[in-house]
């Protein structure tokens, strides 16, 4: 079993920045693959990042340039730095994790851009 914890979410104007946080416990060892994605109001969830154990990183072309995922092996915590946001990124961000055997959600995080 993997536990993820999203934070870091809140409200911001256009062209503001943040950063959320997402820490993994458990079973952690078994991940191949971590990221983020969101889902806005009457929306499907998409796909934001993903980073993979060897550290290959995949972006939506829509947060290319602006959103870069990283991690901290030492926290067990993987990050999402937001920049250059935009209205259109509101959403419930949520941190996902794939093992071989199972995929993981977090509870989500809530990011607010005005206009």
């Known amino acids: 079993q993997v536990q993820l914890v999203e934070s870091g979410g809140g409200l911001v104007q256009a062209g503001g920045s943040l950063r959320l946080s997402c820490a993994a416990s458990?079973?952690?060892?078994?991940?191949?693959?971590i990221g983020w994605y969101r889902q806005a109001p009457g929306k499907q969830r998409e796909l934001v990042a993903i980073?993979?154990?060897?550290?290959?990183?995949n972006y939506a072309d829509y947060v290319k340039g602006r959103f870069t995922i990283s991690r901290d092996g030492a926290k067990n915590t993987v990050y999402l730095q937001m920049n250059s946001l935009k209205p259109e990124d509101t959403g419930v961000y949520y941190c996902?994790?794939?093992?071989?055997?199972?995929?993981?959600w977090g509870k989500g995080t809530l990011v607010t851009v005005s206009s």
């Open positions: 996902n994790a794939e093992s071989i055997q199972a995929t993981y």
């Open positions: 458990g079973s952690r060892y078994s991940i191949n693959a």
């Open positions: 980073m993979t154990r060897s550290g290959r990183t």
